[in-house]
């Protein structure tokens, strides 16, 4: 996971000095972006001996680079380009990264980009001494011009010079052997720059045999005073010439060893393979165990994680949530029925225990009934009830406002005539507190579809969205509309959705509703329904957003309704 990754610039580049220091020896493998980057940076092997192995820092490849974003290895790719790979890789990582600097550019573009490198968090570059625009070195035939040595030098001098700190390395990467030009031409080359003040000198060979290299060590050894030498590494990149190990070229004297380009090239022909084999089959289903399951990578990019941390955070504000359910209304139905809705019996549970037990499911536990008609009983424990003894001549907001002493945090109201899924509330609570909303109002536009009785006049919102013809149909994931109308007297031309009955309010939110209110009830205004208040709140210009749900809900409004709810819960 990258958040376990976390290093300050200056430890970073320092910290590959000093791991040569400490262990004289350094390997290191290519990644080409943050995924690449992470599984670099955390691979590693248990030994028989116990003891664990792996790579000690990462390199930035202008090979894989530029491959991966489909260009070839001619520095085509802008230094703006590469510095987004090399932060990719440095975002996600610990180890140090060591940056193919291909030619470094002119005296002045090596200057920035030391800087750049530097302040990135870069613990080495190395730069390549062949004119601009270099070609790939490994391509047998290809056309390869060796720049001046005192313009390659002057290029190291200026380098050094401008770096701040002096952790930060510049090496000299030699392609004579690759030209053609023979181990004395490269040793004379090294020797001009390791003067110029290179950190060190990586030798490049495309040999299938590693003689040529170590025949190179050999002679840098012998012939390079001690003095020359000192507090210099010496680079090897056995790509072509791999059947040498790492410690083999150790003991002749490399003290870094790069593996290149592996992880891109084996990625690249599994990516191949794949296609392939979805394409002979018609389908994915034969390739599925030779891939990496989604699980997997959502652990390695720290994704499970992020889902642990966002349920304790949920679970956390759940805890302080409360639900306020004002059920003291009396309708034709009550009248009928001689009961409050909340207490209708929906296959051997009340319309209030299945409330309760949906909230139960998303962890919210603090909750609040406002009683009226048929009191008596209501009788549900760990719940805190309060009565509202003018339920025959108040509506639901005077309810509501009857448990006003609960309104000191955030808190849901819902209506005693909803049924609803767990889903409704937790997306409500989270998305709401995520978003830090203060008000928001769960809405749906599946109502449109639905017959409803002529008698019954819909809670209908119209809401700023720009296409009142967008279908809904799934939960959104951000509350990117306000309020704008709200009420039983709004067309269907002229409305967006239906509120359900559902409602969060911050404690800022609260505060709101109840200033609102209390302001109202002074310059005796009618107020016959919530909606009343809603409203006002959006004239005030306060925002009040909503959540959109298709479905997923229900209201008890007449016996028919009953019916359709007991089918709902026939197996609960």
């Known amino acids: 996971m990258s958040l376990r990754h976390i290093i300050d610039n200056k430890t970073r580049i320092r910290l590959l000095r000093r791991l040569i220091k400490k262990n004289k020896f350094i390997r290191v493998i290519e990644a080409h972006n943050g995924l690449s980057a992470l599984l670099a940076n955390d691979t590693k092997i248990k030994l028989e001996t116990g003891r664990e192995k792996e790579f000690d820092a990462i390199w930035e490849s202008s090979l894989t680079d530029s491959a991966s974003k489909g260009f070839p290895d001619i520095e085509v790719v802008s230094f703006d380009s590469r510095l987004?790979?090399?932060?990719?890789?440095?975002?996600v990582t610990s180890k140090p990264l060591i940056v193919d600097g291909d030619t470094g550019g002119d005296f002045n573009q090596f200057e920035y980009a030391v800087k750049r490198l530097e302040r990135a968090g870069v613990s080495m570059v190395i730069i390549e001494d062949k004119t601009f625009p270099k070609r790939n070195s490994l391509e047998a035939g290809t056309k390869q011009d060796l720049e001046k040595i005192e313009v390659f030098a002057e290029k190291i001098k200026r380098g050094q010079k401008i770096k701040i700190h002096k952790d930060f390395m510049i090496v000299a990467r030699m392609e004579s052997l690759i030209v053609g030009h023979g181990i004395k031409e490269a040793l004379r080359r090294a020797r001009i720059c390791l003067k110029a003040g290179a950190d060190g000198i990586m030798i490049h060979s495309k040999r299938t045999e590693p003689t040529e290299i170590l025949e190179f060590a050999k002679e840098y050894y012998r012939k390079f005073p001690k003095k020359l030498l000192k507090d210099k590494v010496l680079i090897a990149v056995p790509t072509t010439y791999n059947t040498i190990t790492d410690s083999e070229l150790n003991k002749n004297g490399f003290h870094i060893v790069i593996h290149a380009n592996h992880l891109l090239r084996s990625s690249f022909i599994a990516i191949e393979n794949t296609a392939k084999k979805i394409l002979l089959n018609d389908r994915s289903f034969e390739v599925e165990g030779e891939l990496a399951t989604i699980r997997k990578i959502f652990h390695k990019v720290g994704f499970m994680t992020v889902k642990e941390k966002d349920k304790k955070a949920a679970d956390k504000l759940k805890s302080k949530i409360k639900v306020i359910i004002p059920a003291a209304g009396i309708t034709d139905l009550t009248k009928k029925l001689k009961s409050s809705i909340s207490l209708i019996d929906i296959n051997g549970k009340k319309v209030l225990?299945?409330?309760?037990?949906?909230?139960?499911k998303v962890g919210i536990d603090n909750i609040i009934v406002v009683t009226g008609f048929e009191k008596d009983k209501?009788?549900?424990?760990?719940?805190?009830?309060?009565?509202?003894?003018d339920y025959g001549t108040t509506g639901v907001l005077a309810t509501l406002?009857?448990?006003e002493r609960?309104?000191?945090?955030?808190?849901?109201?819902?209506?005693?005539?909803?049924?609803?899924?767990?889903?409704?509330?937790?997306?409500?609570?989270?998305?709401?507190?995520?978003?830090?909303?203060?008000?928001?109002?769960?809405?749906?536009?599946?109502?449109?579809?639905?017959?409803?009785?002529?008698?019954?006049?819909?809670?209908?919102?119209?809401?700023?969205?720009?296409?009142?013809?967008?279908?809904?149909r799934k939960l959104t994931d951000s509350l990117d509309e306000q309020v704008v109308y709200i009420g039983k007297n709004l067309t269907d031309k002229m409305v967006h959705y239906e509120f359900i009955g559902i409602a969060y309010f911050s404690k800022k939110g609260a505060t709101v509703l109840k200033e609102v209110y209390h302001s109202l009830t002074k310059k005796r205004a009618r107020l016959s329904s919530f909606t009343d208040v809603v409203q006002e709140i959006v004239d005030r210009g306060y925002q009040v957003k909503i959540l959109k749900t298709y479905k997923g809900w229900m209201e008890i409004h007449n016996e028919d309704d009953i019916k359709l709810a007991g089918k709902f819960y026939r197996n609960s």
Request: net charge negative.
């Open 84 to 91: 987004h790979t090399i932060n990719e890789i440095l975002e």
């Open 353 to 360: 225990q299945r409330q309760i037990e949906v909230l139960a």
């Open 378 to 389: 209501f009788g549900l424990e760990n719940l805190r009830y309060y009565v509202n003894k």
């Open 401 to 403: 406002f009857k448990a």
């Open 406 to 472: 609960e309104m000191n945090g955030p808190f849901v109201t819902l209506f005693s005539d909803v049924l609803f899924n767990q889903s409704i509330i937790n997306n409500l609570v989270v998305q709401s507190a995520q978003a830090e909303a203060d008000i928001v109002l769960v809405v749906d536009e599946s109502y449109k579809n639905h017959r409803h009785s002529k008698y019954k006049k819909l809670d209908l919102v119209r809401t700023n969205k720009t296409n009142a013809m967008e279908p809904i």
